[in-house]
């Protein structure tokens, strides 16, 4: 790897500004951060470390973006409120990587893609040429199936469907000031040399994820699809959170991670099962509805079939 | 030479056998032997020391000045070095030795244009991305598939396709004349993937010269092969060459000698006078060291209704990348009436095989496997009792009984019938291996005057348990505890010992163990008699101690009687020992497996694997079952996660980390009842056979038949991931409406 200057920072506003230095970046665990570094996929003249910033007094609806993903899977809270969370978290990565990794970091995190991943290699998002998933002869067995333009990332954080469904926001520092955004907000479409696909400002950073508890929260769920237990990213997540009424939906937010090169909120899904009972037959067309906007890759089109799937049994644990 | 009677075989299945002993060498034990420390379940000797890290390693390594060497790698499958320029890398300070290697082509991705050796692993990264390559990329193709085709790129020479000499086996003609006496004959198409070693530690040395003397610590399977080509490429002799293998973090197949990073290392550490560490990193491990090769089998097998297997015709193609060798073995498990298997190498740009644990075979079975049971399937037939019926083997007779009933066989439905999302299935698959015993391993034993016993050999122990089966030998010959003997293993000064290829090693080693041991035993029992006022031959040798007619002696004191220091005896394998009529001529191994498939997602997962697995007589029942529990995970790694994807355009590997090549990881790990078969098999004087190898061969066939059980659909390519899953449910349903469609019609036509 490139040798880096390496900043400590003690708060946000200082992180923040550290990172107004041109070609630094921000590292809170660096468990994935260490590996682009090591592949020279990112090479950054300064490395500014969150890790010891002192984290404020915890507030039940505020959750630190510097806490690790164990923290939130083992909190009781998290578990009774927000079981689409507590799920997201507790499968992540592996025990090593949940004690150390963040939940800012799982939200800002980069594409699996392995062109991405491979200097040297084609790749839309590091310097705009084309996508290697998309040339002929490319591997795109992972990658999107909704919103492919000139990248064809999928986006792999599962904690990001887990809060959008959840209806979550993020709190973004730069400096002193601070701005508060839908989470789905957060995400931006790809673009030439930027990695994390999130529409940070320069030096701004994720500081805070706000959550507030509701029966619709209460009744969510998480589920994702991998190939291997042990240590794998998702090929299709959704998150789901229901509030029934009388029996008939009365709110609903739906969305599904490693589909698309964002988290994606499922609107289809949600239309589709708002105001109706949620039965087998709401059930059945909501998943339908999930996978019309889905446009799969050469060989990727089992990932409809999962997501369609995924959705069908996400929906039915919530029927309560 | 003294006549002995044996009895061979195995329980309830044993017969009689008069040898004739030399009288230097110790009568082979038998079902009968009484055996007190060999073939019990004694825990490695180095167990402690592994599980908690001490265990050094040749990647552990560390020495003062030590220098660190890294190679600059194409990243194109084929393409022309037009210019290559080392000059910026080496004015970096710290930068102390190079080498470039201006080849006109470079011909995979992965291939070595450079090497340099640096102060530092830092200094060295640095140096490598400052090396100028200039590359002109040439047509490449790196799909079997692909080199194939008519207008595909040559890769060596004008045709990508090629048969080497023992690659058209059997005759055509029966086999078809076999096929026209069937009542089904199946054509099928089976495809299994390229899958890499993927060794624990990867592949490299560390070199040290003092003087014109060269030690080398290596991660090796073969210490004394790995001196010779290094010896060899030094244009040294070998008697210069020290190799130490202390511990080996794995090999496969992949580490039979010295590669050209371990020659760099030496030279390396000659040019500066400071030791030189190269160890591969784990995209070079995935590219450059090894790799198993792919297959597409073109099988027509046939059968009568009865279950008499009467024709098997395979036709294969797979690439060994750049390399040779990569055929196929499969009908030789069955008694087919005729067969025949047409084999062919296809060239590609990329990386060559390297044998790989069972090489040939688990390809070769998976298919085989997956075509009884479409047979037996087809004739309305249990696959165990097809293979029962046409399985000439007495051991595999055996085992198919054991194994049915640890898996529970009578619960398996007809394919297709688990209800719900979650299916269960059950699938059985056979294997077998050579009893490779090979002549020539030396074992020297030492007995000192102290009550030391030393036994040294130079080879390696591959993470098998060569040392404690070594210990287990001469402890039980000698009569003492494991804890009195001390195993020197991994240091070429010591006797050779042949590489670990072919699960040659336990089986070659424990002989001449035993036959120097008898011999100091011998040695030790003359130099006491007098001391204990009777004949040499009347003395006996347990429990610690020498016994007498009426006096006795601790092991120790009677050590205290030698003349000499010590006394010492060096045996080499060979005839004396290990060329006595056998009771089999093949190890015999069957494996049964559960799965559960989610039929809605396509996921595998493996809830419980039997394998019962013919050991000759069990070294130690602990390793023999970490053996096999050993091939069975890698099986199942390779039944339904391992698959190096290269990218067709570039020719790049895509997954050469350890996160996207996927090996099968803790919550991956079934139920494994690994069911060591003891037979005595009296070839040997220690009677051990081939393990290392056979127990990974049937694992993928018995996962893809109890897939195949358990969804009613079958999956012909390996990796059987979720999508060939879904794909295969899909189309067993479109199968199952046009029939039922059909059976309409007729019902509709008989109306009207």
Redesign the interface.
């Known amino acids: 790897m490139r040798s880096f200057a390496y900043l400590r920072a003690e708060s946000f506003p200082a992180a923040s500004a550290a990172l107004e230095t041109p070609e630094s970046l921000p590292k809170a665990a660096g468990t994935d951060l260490l590996d682009l570094l090591k592949e020279r996929v990112v090479e950054p003249a300064a490395l500014v470390d969150l890790s010891r910033i002192e984290r404020a007094q915890s507030d039940p609806g505020v959750l630190s973006a510097l806490a690790t993903l164990a923290e939130l899977a083992e909190d009781e809270g998290i578990r009774r409120d927000f079981p689409a969370l507590h799920a997201a978290a507790r499968q992540a990565a592996t025990p090593q990587i949940r004690n150390r990794g963040t939940l800012g970091g799982n939200l800002c995190q980069v594409s699996r893609c392995p062109y991405l991943r491979r200097a040297g290699a084609s790749c839309f998002k590091r310097d705009g040429s084309p996508c290697g998933a998309l040339l002929p002869g490319g591997f795109d067995r992972t990658h999107a199936i909704f919103d492919v333009g000139p990248c064809a990332c999928a986006h792999p954080s599962s904690l990001a469907p887990a809060l959008i469904a959840l209806g979550a926001r993020v709190r973004l520092v730069r400096g002193e000031e601070r701005r508060v955004l839908a989470l789905e907000e957060l995400y931006a479409p790809p673009a030439p040399g930027r990695l994390g696909d999130v529409a940070l400002r320069p030096g701004e950073l994720v500081e805070a994820v706000l959550l507030e508890a509701s029966p619709r929260s209460r009744n969510s769920v998480y589920l994702e699809m991998r190939e291997r237990e042990s240590f794998d990213f998702a090929l299709v997540s959704v998150a789901a959170a229901v509030e029934l009424r009388e029996g008939r939906v009365r709110s609903v937010r739906v969305a599904c991670g490693a589909v698309a090169p964002r988290p994606r909120r499922m609107r289809e899904v949600e239309a589709a099962l708002r105001g109706r009972p949620l039965d087998a037959e709401s059930i059945a067309g909501a998943a339908d509805a999930a996978r019309v906007a889905a446009r799969p890759l050469r060989s990727n089109g089992f990932k409809a079939t999962i997501l369609h799937r995924l959705c069908v049994r996400a929906l039915e644990e919530l029927r309560q | 030479m003294s006549q002995r009677t044996l009895e061979l075989g195995f329980s309830g299945h044993s017969e009689e056998r008069r040898v004739e002993v030399p009288p230097d060498a110790p009568p082979p034990w038998d079902l009968r032997s009484d055996l007190k420390v060999a073939g019990k379940p004694h825990p490695r000797l180095e167990a402690r020391l592994k599980v908690t890290g001490a265990a050094r390693y040749t990647a552990d390594q560390r020495l003062p000045g030590m220098i660190f060497a890294g190679a600059v790698r194409s990243?194109h499958a084929h393409a022309r070095v037009r210019r290559l320029d080392l000059s910026r890398a080496k004015k970096l300070p710290g930068v102390l030795y190079s080498e470039a290697y201006p080849q006109r082509e470079v011909r995979y991705a992965g291939q070595a244009v450079a090497a340099l050796a640096a102060e530092s692993e830092?200094v060295l990264?640095?140096a490598l991305?400052l090396v100028e390559v200039d590359y002109e990329v040439l047509p490449h193709v790196v799909r079997t598939e692909d080199a194939l085709a008519e207008d595909a790129p040559a890769v060596a020479g004008r045709r990508n396709v090629r048969q080497g000499r023992g690659m058209r086996r059997g005759s055509l003609r029966r086999v078809e004349e076999a096929h026209a006496r069937a009542d089904v004959v199946l054509t099928r198409e089976y495809r299994t993937q390229v899958q890499t070693h993927t060794c624990l530690e990867p592949h490299g040395s560390v070199a040290r010269w003092e003087g014109d003397r060269l030690t080398v610590w290596a991660s090796t399977q073969a210490t004394f092969a790995f001196r010779q080509t290094l010896a060899r490429a030094l244009g040294i002799s070998a008697a210069q060459v020290e190799v130490i293998t202390e511990h080996m973090g794995g090999g496969f197949g992949s580490k039979f000698g010295a590669d050209a990073w371990d020659v760099f290392a030496a030279r390396a550490a000659r040019a500066t006078g400071r030791p030189c560490f190269f160890m591969l990193d784990r995209r070079a491990e995935h590219l450059v060291a090894g790799n198993r090769p792919d297959s597409i089998q073109r099988c027509t097998f046939s059968v009568r209704r009865d279950g008499k297997l009467l024709g098997a015709q395979v036709t294969s193609h797979g690439t060994a990348g750049l390399g040779r060798g990569a055929g196929v073995l499969n009908p030789a498990i069955y008694a087919f009436e005729a067969t025949y298997s047409d084999q062919y190498d296809v060239l590609t740009h990329a990386g060559s095989a390297r044998a790989f644990r069972a090489p040939r075979h688990p390809q070769g079975v998976f298919a085989l496997e997956g075509m009884l049971d479409e047979l037996a399937e087809a004739i309305g037939m249990d696959p165990l009792e097809l293979r029962r019926k046409n399985d000439p083997h007495p051991v595999r007779q055996a085992q198919y009984d054991v194994g049915a009933e640890a898996i529970g066989w009578s619960r398996r439905k007809p394919s297709g019938s688990s209800p719900g999302p979650l299916k269960r299935g059950l699938g059985v698959a056979a294997a077998r291996w050579a009893h490779n015993a090979r002549p020539g391993t030396a074992v020297r034993c030492r007995i000192g005057r102290d009550g030391s016993v030393l036994v040294a050999n130079g080879s390696q122990d591959i993470g098998t348990g060569t040392r404690t089966i070594l210990a287990q030998i001469v402890a039980e010959e000698l009569g003492l505890p494991l804890a009195a003997v001390e195993v020197r293993l991994g240091r070429t000064r010591d006797p050779y010992g042949h590489g670990s290829g072919g699960s040659v090693t336990a089986p070659s080693i424990a002989p001449p163990a035993r036959r120097a041991a008898y011999a100091c035993r011998q040695r030790l029992l003359a130099a006491v008699a007098a001391a204990l006022g009777c004949e040499a031959e009347s003395l006996s040798l347990r429990e610690g101690r020498v016994h007498g007619a009426e006096r006795e002696l601790s092991f120790a004191a009677a050590c205290g009687l030698l003349p000499t220091e010590s006394i010492e005896a060096t045996a080499t394998g060979g005839p004396e020992d290990m060329s006595y009529p056998s009771f089999t001529r093949e190890v015999a191994g069957v494996q049964f497996a559960e799965v559960e498939v989610d039929a809605?997602?396509?996921?595998v997962r493996v809830v419980k694997v039997v394998a019962v697995q013919d050991c000759g007589l069990v070294a130690n029942p602990l390793l023999a079952r970490s053996q096999i529990n050993g091939g069975v995970l890698q099986g199942i790694s390779y039944a339904l996660?391992e698959e190096r994807?290269l990218?067709?355009?570039?020719g790049?590997m895509?997954?050469a980390n350890l996160?996207?090549y996927?090996i099968?990881?803790?919550?991956?790990v079934p139920e494994i009842v690994a069911i060591p078969f003891s037979v005595a098999n009296g070839r040997t004087s220690t009677g051990m056979s081939s393990l290392g190898e056979p127990p990974t061969v049937p694992t993928a066939g018995a996962v893809a038949n109890a897939v195949a059980n358990a969804i009613g659909a079958r999956v012909r390519s390996l990796p059987i991931?979720?999508?060939k899953v879904?794909?295969a449910i899909a189309e067993a349903e479109r199968t199952r409406r046009a029939s039922d469609g059909e059976k309409k019609k007729k019902k509709k036509k008989r109306i009207f």
């Open positions: 990243p830092q990264d640095d991305a809605e997602l396509g996921t996660h994807i990218d067709a355009r570039t790049d895509l997954n996160l996207d996927k099968l990881g803790a919550r991956e991931t979720p999508e879904l794909a």
